[in-house]
């Protein structure tokens, strides 16, 4: 989840177990510890892919935060010694371990066993979502105002928590009305990813990929009877081929799942982008792996390419297509000025 999310659950946690004690300032220790995971984002590893597939890696592995709360633990028991060792214990682990538990939720992937397994994604919910945050938020700013209660900020942490857990039955509800038609349009067996479209639950993207298509569908809880409308693009398993010989090809495919497109440009540069982020024509994680002249293959540097510009009407349309105004919408069709256009 983002940055303020995190740090809202973490001064949440601490408020609930510690606020009685320590008062408000409790809240900005939360806050505090529930970021150290996020800090490996200051790491180079030496490629973007690295730097990529490295993030939420060992700093979000259970394997090292929870030895970490151990220590942490007694470094605040002897700054403050209320409320006790075995609270700052049960403060420290559960913020610390909540938070790549609920990155887990998102789609990009969290390596919770790191160094071993790969990365857990349930995408059961968008990585910033206001209805996921805000009770957080609430909670903790009626802390601040009226500290002798903490009913505000258990509420808020109840409220959020139910929230999560209404974002996996929702998933599920999707993932069992999109199965029949794309077992109907020749994708029974395809590998199958359903997320939510940016910041709600209402909406939801599911992916489905063979090694020769990648089919789109968008449907929500508003849709009614409406029928779902599967939209296609093409992929090209010979540029997969041609690169998968590489470290940082095998490194992506790990990591995504093979939810990969390979594109080759007109100079010869093959790119790789991560499907599962973002929306079509804007997805943020394309990474050149390599330049093909005359058959031959010449390894690339790894780098990012620049992102796609989403077009600027896309979230009020992006809003009405989750709310029912609009029964269909082109994915592909949101960073073009022809927007809203069927399929």
């Keep these: 989840m983002d940055s303020i999310t995190q740090a809202a659950l973490g001064a949440s946690i601490a408020g609930a177990l510690a606020g009685k004690t320590l008062g408000r300032p409790v809240l900005l220790t939360g806050a505090l510890l529930a970021t150290l995971?996020?800090?490996?984002?200051?790491?180079?590893?030496?490629?973007?892919?690295?730097?990529?597939?490295?993030?939420?890696?060992?700093?979000?592995?259970?394997?090292?935060?929870?030895?970490?709360?151990?220590?942490?633990?007694?470094?605040?028991?002897?700054?403050?010694?209320?409320?006790?060792?075995?609270?700052?214990?049960?403060?420290?682990?559960?913020?610390?371990?909540?938070?790549?538990?609920?990155?887990?939720?998102?789609?990009?992937?969290?390596?919770?066993?790191?160094?071993?397994?790969?990365?857990?994604?349930?995408?059961?919910?968008?990585?910033?979502?206001?209805?996921?945050?805000?009770?957080?938020?609430?909670?903790?700013?009626?802390?601040?105002?009226?500290?002798?209660?903490?009913?505000?900020?258990?509420?808020?942490?109840?409220?959020?928590?139910?929230?999560?857990?209404?974002?996996?039955?929702?998933?599920?509800?999707?993932?069992?009305?999109?199965?029949?038609?794309?077992?109907?349009?020749?994708?029974?067996g395809a590998e199958l990813l359903v997320q939510p479209m940016p910041f709600n639950t209402a909406l939801w993207r599911a992916t489905a990929i063979t090694d020769q298509h990648r089919v789109e569908i968008v449907t929500g809880f508003l849709d009614g009877d409406a029928p779902l409308t599967l939209e296609y693009f093409p992929r090209q398993p010979e540029l997969a081929s041609a690169v998968s010989h590489l470290p940082e090809t095998r490194r992506l495919e790990w990591f995504t799942r093979g939810f990969l497109d390979y594109t080759k440009n007109s100079d010869g540069e093959i790119t790789a982008t991560d499907v599962r982020l973002g929306i079509p024509g804007a997805h943020p994680f394309s990474f050149i792996l390599a330049n093909e002249q005359n058959g031959a293959i010449t390894p690339g540097n790894g780098g990012r390419t620049q992102r796609p510009a989403l077009n600027t009407s896309a979230l009020p349309l992006l809003w009405g297509r989750a709310t029912g105004a609009i029964p269909v919408l082109c994915l592909a069709s949101l960073t073009t000025p022809a927007v809203g256009q069927e399929c």
């Design 37 to 188: 995971p996020d800090l490996d984002v200051l790491i180079d590893y030496g490629t973007a892919v690295a730097n990529f597939t490295q993030h939420r890696g060992f700093s979000h592995s259970l394997f090292v935060l929870a030895p970490l709360s151990l220590l942490l633990a007694g470094i605040l028991w002897r700054w403050k010694p209320e409320p006790g060792f075995h609270r700052w214990l049960l403060l420290t682990a559960l913020i610390l371990l909540t938070h790549p538990l609920l990155d887990t939720f998102t789609t990009y992937g969290t390596q919770l066993f790191w160094p071993v397994g790969r990365p857990l994604a349930i995408s059961s919910i968008f990585i910033i979502d206001p209805l996921y945050t805000l009770p957080l938020l609430a909670g903790c700013a009626a802390f601040l105002l009226r500290p002798s209660t903490l009913r505000a900020i258990t509420t808020g942490l109840f409220l959020s928590t139910v929230y999560l857990g209404w974002s996996f039955v929702a998933q599920q509800i999707i993932t069992e009305r999109v199965q029949p038609a794309l077992a109907e349009a020749g994708f029974a």
